[in-house]
């Protein structure tokens, strides 16, 4: 059974530009979470997403958005890029919402912001 | 989600158990206890998780207290390639039809040769 997929794996980008970072998960699985990684705040929620619907969403600004098809895969897009959007950015999908459900997360995306 | 205390860093030898403790003293009662690991760079990896009772995987096993204010996570052979930063979390409703996990800052385990 293959894992969760995100793809591009790298991506470079100048500030001011955007970027579309695109997730597949687990077959079967309809929930998606984002999360994005720095070494200062380490690890933080993005996005939780169920049936194309967004359920939740972190502390991040609008200019952090993101999306699920009919088919669960999600993208997350990131407008007007700043230096310090520079991370690693995971996905996670599990196969319902609930608390006694596991989420398994893909190898994520590097950004790096120049 | 109540949140979770864990040591920085621990050592354990090769071959020897590795007990990674967490506390969470403010627990709810359905809320679960989930532990992560990620190898540098990697996304992050399931482990475990339980409600109340102890719990066992082909990876670890999963000790919660009776009070569930604490527990504690057992890799009954450690091998060097299960030097990872280990998260515990503690896994509530985020309101909204959400469920998201709330990362701390997690313990760096070395497994020493």
């Known amino acids: 059974k293959a894992g969760v997929t995100q793809t591009p794996r790298y991506l470079i980008k100048t500030r001011g530009q955007q970027v579309t970072l695109s997730c597949s998960p687990i077959s079967g699985h309809r929930s998606v979470s984002w999360y994005q990684q720095t070494p200062g705040q380490g690890l933080q929620f993005l996005f939780e997403y169920f049936s194309e619907t967004q359920r939740n969403k972190g502390n991040f600004p609008g200019r952090f958005s993101g999306r699920q098809f009919s088919n669960s895969r999600s993208e997350m897009n990131v407008s007007t890029l700043e230096l310090g959007d520079s991370a690693l950015y995971l996905c996670?999908?599990?196969?319902?919402?609930?608390?006694?459900?596991?989420?398994?997360f893909g190898q994520g995306t590097r950004l790096t912001v120049v | 989600d109540a949140k979770t205390t864990q040591p920085t860093s621990m050592d354990c030898a090769e071959g020897r158990a590795a007990n990674l403790p967490c506390n969470h003293s403010t627990i709810s009662g359905n809320e679960y206890v989930y532990w992560y690991r990620q190898i540098h760079s990697q996304g992050p990896q399931y482990i475990i998780h339980?409600?109340?009772n102890n719990e066992t995987n082909e990876m670890a096993s999963l000790i919660i207290t009776e009070d569930r204010k604490s527990s504690t996570l057992i890799l009954p052979h450690a091998t060097l390639r299960d030097t990872a930063v280990y998260y515990c979390i503690v896994r509530g409703y985020s309101g909204a039809g959400s469920y998201q996990l709330t990362f701390g800052k997690g313990t760096k385990l070395s497994v020493i040769p």
């Open positions: 996670a999908s599990s196969t319902q919402q609930g608390l006694n459900t596991e989420a398994f």
């Open positions: 339980g409600l109340k």
